[in-house]
């Protein structure tokens, strides 16, 4: 293995500009130090407090069937196709057999606040159709998981 130069003693911290050590810039390329600091000390205060007054999204999410819409669809007369114009595409559609199928529309109630597990006040809805024949059976809302 060759070396071809290798500084020791007082030649170890000499810079190629000649100085020992690296000076700041001058001029306008000088950095405001000030500035600097106020910019970290402003930035790492808001940054936590921005955080905990963002809090969580609140509201509805999905499907939401207003009684307007519920006065549309009639048990034993609507049928499938009606209820797609009225409500909209499903969010959901099991087929099982026999001319029986059932329409899901779902829906997320997020409350206003939130646990490290998972959101506090979280509930989702399904408001189902089941259709016989491609004529409305029944109709429901439950709770799910």
Not at 109 to 130: A, S
Request: charged share 20%; net charge positive.
């Amino acid at each position: 293995m060759v070396i071809d130069r290798v500084a020791f003693g007082n030649d170890a911290n000499v810079m190629s500009s000649g100085s020992r050590w690296p000076t700041m810039p001058r001029g306008k390329n000088a950095v405001n130090m000030s500035k600097i600091i106020r910019f970290a000390m402003l930035f790492f205060l808001l940054a936590p407090s921005t955080l905990l007054l963002s809090g969580c999204p609140k509201g509805i999410y999905g499907s939401v069937i207003t009684p307007e819409q519920l006065s549309g669809v009639v048990r034993g007369k609507s049928t499938k196709l009606e209820v797609v114009r009225i409500l909209g595409e499903p969010d959901d559609e099991k087929n099982f057999g026999n001319g029986r199928e059932e329409l899901s529309y779902v829906r997320a109630t997020v409350g206003t606040h939130y646990n490290f597990g998972g959101y506090g006040n979280y509930k989702k809805t399904e408001f189902w159709i089941m259709i016989k024949n491609n004529v409305v059976e029944a109709y429901g809302e439950r709770d799910i998981q």
